[in-house]
């Protein structure tokens, strides 16, 4: 049995003063107040392991050329059988980095230049290879908005217009659909078809990139059409509390961010840190984002910063990157908070996680100590 001793503990639900982390193997046994501060294994602070519920880090890799960046497929718009894992590689630099910030999990997706981009991967950071690095599965990429329409110039069917984007989707939808209703038809479905058919039974959850207030309406009314579990991704152009009220209403999450990207695009002309007020207000299910490498992922748990200042508490930002990120992944059974019988993944630091002079000295992900310092 090990022990790791914290005066300040964040456990991504909860805070306690002077407390300790028992755990053995990759599992945590039990997380309780002590008086036992004359251990050398005693930190400043423990916090839980950050997940990064959406990036591209593996596929959009450090010190190679652009024309290397494998987030986006070129050949067709709709690419239900494109896995992110597979333009994954472990030897980017970004991952060591990651891992060293307390990032420990990511939720790798492809890129957004197509209408369906292919599967999530929810993956270790500090892995050696892609199938060590795999955890699971978090949901089907697409996009809509201004990014699809961008890439007419591509191979394949290309919208030029939103309403075209949908209209590829939704053709092939109802296709699906068809065959579903037909006995015989259903046992005839292509392998595209089959991944419908799993969002078409909310088997699958459709992982939306997503910026405009209008864009989001487009993605509700596409969804009610088919009666899709969604989840809404960026949403960083969204500007009035409404938007937000209505998501929080139908109960559909919102992966936020990033927070601190330029804003390149017309669809982003509307972006503030400031628009965040309107996601606290709302009530709505969040977590946040890095989108590496739009947002360095190391530099994700800085963006916590634009929260507290507007009046959310430490306890509660940080169970942003650690509870909420995990439950819309689907993966709080084993992540997200310390608590007995989660993974012993955490981060301990030198001293006050939002005091900029501080850093993780020790981060240990299942039981093993990954760094320190």
Known sequence: MQRIIAKNLFTGESFLSNAEICFEGN???SVSETNALDTDCIYHTVTPAFIDPH????????????????ANEQMDSLLFLADALDSVQMDDAAFRDSVEAGVLYSCVLPGSGNIVGGNSAFIRNYAKDTNSALICRSGLKAAFGYNPMSTKNWKGTRPHTRMGCLAVLRNEMLETRAKLKDEKEANKLSPRQKVMKELLERRTVLRTHVHKSDDISALLRFADEFNLKICVEHAGDVHDVDTFLELAKRKIPVVYGPVDSFGYKVELKHKSWKNIRFLLDSGVEFGLMSDHPVVLQEQLFCTLRYFLRLGVARSEAVAILSRKNAEILGVQDFLGTLTRGKWASFVCWNGDPFDMASHPVAVYAEGKLLHSC
Do not use: A, F, V
């Open 27 to 29: 599992e945590i046994k």
């Open 55 to 70: 990036c591209h880090i593996g596929m959009c890799r450090e010190g190679e050329p652009s024309s290397e960046d494998e």
